[in-house]
């Protein structure tokens, strides 16, 4: 391959594979979570649970087998991805296992283990057929019909399901599944190949405003459709957490496209907007900003409806964990309500202290990291663009969840990302996974070495 | 675009910077305000965490309090086999304080004890419960029984204390009407609070140690005090001391005179001393305040005990004799009258430090306290309170003492083939029309092993119950049962 004109194809250094190291930090990983299962028994009740070996030994085989997948099928890929996700899966894994032996309704260690499986399946299924995920840049609008699709069906009727009051849900057989999460790939996806394609017109500048040249009236649709399809997943399934996600991903990736300061301002200004017109409509979305601004107030405190107990809960358990924690298996998860979902974070901290929250906090930072210098390294735009998305909308996630749980900002609803129980999140995200490493494979492959250095004919070696 | 992509990755890096030091600011600054949040149950699960120490009596071989192991979120629970009969000497370990001797040993029976400290530090290692000391009592369990039962057989309200005059131990301490400690110690703010409003509430007042918490008027058991300090004002003095004994003594400033109980004459109008107690008159002690005046009745008060609280394992009222006022008034507090306010306990001292030669020990209710390992970790070693009344005028008093129960007041004290040393009262209880009634006493007299102190509250007898008829008997059992558990 030669190198084509206008795409600039940076000198790469020759990388190392680094399977050996992969395989001792994914064994490292798997040694931490066997040691926490452990930790939580002997916690509990002073014996080493049963469970462990099976446990253990499961999450160890399966993430074996996506290893050799990936050293198989993307040999060149970030040796670092995989032992990090395996490590907050893993995590993610023990506080279920933890939190079900508390008797919590909706905590299933079991359940969680075969949707790791089905991620694992999913991540190896994804290495092997996507060769090379330039594939995707072609589907760029089916995937974003079928993102769109994946969003609405919640409100299909019989199909769709409500939930803790948010209508997010389809049910399939005895399965419910969260469709929006993988909306969520398909649409950074689209958002990847709609902006490449686009991001020339996208940049142009129109008018100048102060310091700002703000871009021409007629582009602006792009982000209004998507400003008002987050609007209608907030109001019609009163999903407020992927509302916020979705939007805020759209407005970065046409950051990072465009190079145009002024769609950041204006994806602010949109989102206020929206967000002080919902305030003003709906009284749930107004309860969570009352909520955020005086979590301790008895009054909000024992509001049966958009109160703050479950915050309150999480935080009384960030509280009591403290700097080291409890330890595992000798906090109380069980006063958090949906301590397994949505406050996973919360529940974690008081077993495993401030120390592991940032531990963990680290681990997340690491994967969003590599994925960014996947970004970076890549070297088509469409590349570029989805490791960013991706990498971006994982740390977004991260960031409003986790924020949420200890009022760092108001609280939506959302997945933690591989710890949180829920098949479908955990699906979507070990893709997420397979597309980083897909795409870091093709980043760190050494570029072709020509093998003669004479004469015009060229011959190349992969 | 690598610099727009840069950029995101930095906005990556502030959120994930701004999420970290929230989760410090969390964790450690704002730790203690969620830890102590009353809203935050976990202070609650804490303290059944703890596999809390027993308390026994009879060196270890009665049961009163036991910690249960229900395994569940409240793991360690509280019981008390013969609550009622135990209740305010035990107190009780509810949700959010305790009292009593739940209170008293609360670090040893916890286990947060500095001598407790290597224990404790093991058990955190080795993953183990934290274990707390058991606390073993001075109390007597049959006669605590005896004593419990006498009092709520006739279902009167009052107090029963009795230790060993040579130690202090205390033996017995019964108040009726009692409580049942268990339904305070259930694991259940919402029903611990409405049980303990209810008893709170209670007009009875069922929360109240009678014999340490409430002080009342002793009646003529108090002539002992004034009887000491009239012997000890005059060495020449003894039982056989004649004194003058009028129907009704003058009291000077007043119109009214003050009377012998009933109005009855004491003899002759001239009577000994010995006499003069054995019949409880009150003439001729109240003429004894007079003389002696304020000053010195206060500092022999003073050498039983009273103008400060009792030093004891459980919290204790002041008894007091009262302020300095008018002479009328030192004579009636002679006789123990007017603001004359004693606790039984107070009482009891009175009794036990004439039975120990005039020396007063300080009473205590813990014997030994045992580590988890079976170690003992601290043990009582009896102590002095008190010089109340020299080596010969407790013998004085002893002897007149005896000749209440033999010939006085207080026959129905006698214990066959044992020496009974007593004295009974009969006390005005402010307005009411039933007086309180009372002993104070000891035995056996020559080498006494037991004191004792019955009160039983005004009203919860009938009108007509003195000390003689009412108090003595109970006392009679009591002193028994102590002395045959030995």
Redesign the interface.
């Known amino acids: 391959m030669t190198a084509t004109p206008g795409v600039e194809v940076a000198p790469v250094p020759m990388t190392a594979k680094r399977r050996g190291a992969q395989l001792f930090m994914l064994a490292f990983a798997i040694v931490i979570v066997m040691g926490a299962y452990a930790s939580v028994g002997?916690?509990i009740n002073?014996q080493i649970p049963a469970g462990m070996l099976t446990y253990g030994l499961g999450l160890g085989g399966l993430m074996l087998a996506a290893y050799l997948v990936l050293a198989r099928f993307a040999p060149w890929a970030d040796p670092l991805l995989l032992p990090l996700v395996t490590l907050v899966n893993g995590i993610g894994l023990v506080m279920i296992y933890r939190i079900e032996q508390t008797g919590q309704g909706g905590a299933s260690a079991t359940n969680q283990l075969m949707w790791t499986a089905l991620g694992v399946v999913m991540f190896s299924a994804t290495l092997i057929v996507l060769k090379d995920h330039r594939a995707l840049q072609r589907l760029t609008y089916t995937l974003g019909f079928v993102g769109l699709g994946l969003l609405v069906l919640p409100l299909v009727p019989f199909i769709g399901k409500e939930i803790n009051g948010a209508r997010i849900w389809i049910g399939i057989g005895g399965f419910s599944i969260q469709p929006s999460e993988f909306a969520k790939l398909a649409l950074v996806v689209f958002f990847a190949g709609y902006l490449v394609a686009k991001r020339d017109v996208l940049a142009l500048a129109g008018r100048r405003l102060l310091f700002i040249d703000l871009p021409r009236a007629r582009d602006l649709g792009p982000v209004l459709i998507t400003w008002g399809f987050s609007l209608a997943v907030l109001i019609l399934q009163k999903d407020l957490g992927s509302s916020l996600l979705l939007f805020g991903t759209f407005i970065?990736m046409l950051?990072?496209?465009t190079?145009r300061t002024s769609w950041v301002l204006i994806g602010v200004l949109l989102f206020l907007g929206g967000a002080i017109l919902a305030g003003q409509i709906f009284d749930h979305v107004a309860a969570r900003f009352e909520v955020f601004l005086n979590p301790?107030s008895p009054e909000l405190?024992d509001r049966e409806l958009g109160g703050s107990y479950q915050l309150?809960q999480g935080?009384?358990a960030?509280?009591?964990?403290?700097?080291l924690g409890t330890?595992l298996g000798e906090g109380?998860p069980?006063?958090i309500p949906l301590s397994f979902s949505d406050f996973i974070f919360a529940a974690t901290?008081e077993e495993l202290?401030?120390t592991g929250?940032?531990a963990l906090?680290m681990v997340?930072?690491l994967i969003?990291?590599r994925g960014?210098r996947t970004?970076?390294a890549a070297r088509d735009?469409f590349s570029?663009?989805l490791a960013?998305g991706l990498?971006?909308i994982l740390?977004?996630q991260?960031?409003i969840i986790?924020?949420g749980v200890?009022?760092?900002i108001p609280l939506t609803g959302l997945v933690t990302p591989f710890m949180s129980a829920g098949g479908s999140a955990l699906l979507a995200n070990w893709i997420l996974i397979a597309l980083l490493v897909r795409m870091s494979d093709a980043a760190r492959r050494p570029p072709p070495q020509a093998i003669q250095d004479e004469g015009l004919t060229q011959v190349f070696q992969r | 675009?690598?610099?727009?992509?840069?950029?995101?990755?930095i906005?990556?890096?502030v959120?994930?910077g701004?999420?970290?030091a929230?989760?410090?600011y969390?964790?450690?600054v704002?730790?203690?305000?969620?830890?102590n949040?009353s809203?935050?149950?976990?202070a609650f699960?804490a303290r059944y965490s703890v596999d809390r120490g027993w308390i026994t009596a009879d060196d270890g071989k009665t049961t009163l309090a036991k910690t249960v192991d229900t395994k569940s979120?409240f793991r360690f629970e509280r019981e008390y086999p013969d609550g009622k009969m135990y209740a305010h000497v035990l107190g009780f370990f509810a949700p959010e304080s305790s009292r009593g001797i739940e209170a008293a040993a609360g670090k040893y029976l916890d286990g947060s004890h500095p001598d407790l400290l290597v224990r404790r530090a093991i058990d955190f290692i080795s993953?183990?419960p934290p274990k707390g000391a058991s606390v073993d009592l001075t109390l007597v369990s049959r006669a605590q029984k005896v004593a419990y039962d006498q009092l709520r057989a006739s279902g009167k309200r009052g107090a029963i204390v009795a230790m060993n005059p040579k130690t202090g131990a205390v033996q017995v301490m019964v108040s009726l009407p009692t409580y049942d400690p268990n339904t305070l110690a259930l694991p259940n703010k919402g029903k611990v609070a409405d049980a303990y409003n209810k008893l709170d509430a209670d007009e009875q007042h069922p929360l109240l140690n009678r014999a340490t918490e409430r002080t009342y008027p002793p009646g003529s058991t108090f002539k002992v005090v004034t009887a000491a300090e009239f012997l000890e004002d005059d060495p020449s003095r003894g039982p056989e001391t004649m004194v003058a004994a009028p129907q009704v003594l003058d009291l000077p400033q007043t119109t009214v005179g003050l009377p012998n109980y009933g109005g009855a004459a004491c003899g002759g109008g001239q009577v000994t001393l010995r006499y003069a107690l054995e019949r409880s008159c009150n003439t001729p002690f109240a003429k004894f305040g007079m003389e002696l005046g304020w000053d010195k009745m206060r500092e022999q008060a003073a050498k039983f005990g009273m103008g400060e609280p009792v030093p004891f394992t459980l919290p204790v009222a002041k008894s007091d004799i009262g302020p300095e006022e008018e002479l009328a008034a030192l004579a009636q507090l002679s006789i123990g009258q007017r603001n004359n306010q004693m606790t039984p306990l107070q009482m009891l001292l009175v009794a036990a430090g004439i039975a120990n030669g005039g020396t007063v020990m300080k009473p205590y209710l813990i014997n030994k306290v045992v580590g988890p390992d079976g170690g003992v970790l601290d043990e009582a070693s009896p102590d002095e309170l008190s010089e109340a009344v020299s080596a010969d005028v407790a013998d004085k008093l002893k002897q007149m003492m005896v000749s209440v129960v033999q010939a006085g007041t207080a026959t129905s004290a006698q214990i066959p083939g044992v020496s009974v040393a007593g004295k009974t009262g009969t006390a005005e209880a402010g307005d009411a029309p039933a007086p309180h009634a009372w002993f104070i006493g000891f035995a056996p007299a020559d080498d006494p092993e037991v004191a004792v102190c019955v009160f039983i509250e005004s009203g919860s007898a009938g009108n007509e119950a003195t000390g003689g008829h009412t108090a003595a008997p109970i006392a009679r059992e009591v002193l028994q049962a102590v002395l045959q558990s030995k």
């Open positions: 002997l916690g002073g970065v950051y990072v496209a190079q301790e405190y309150m935080l009384f960030l509280g009591s964990g403290g700097i330890g109380h069980k006063e901290g202290g401030l929250l940032m906090l997340y930072a969003v990291e960014l970004a970076i735009p570029k663009l960013g990498s971006f740390a977004w991260v960031f986790v924020g200890t009022n760092l | 675009m690598n610099g727009t992509l840069k950029r995101a990755a906005a990556c890096l959120m994930f701004l999420l970290m929230n989760v410090n969390l964790g450690a704002k730790a203690d305000d969620y830890r949040d809203r935050n149950k976990r699960f979120e993953n183990e």
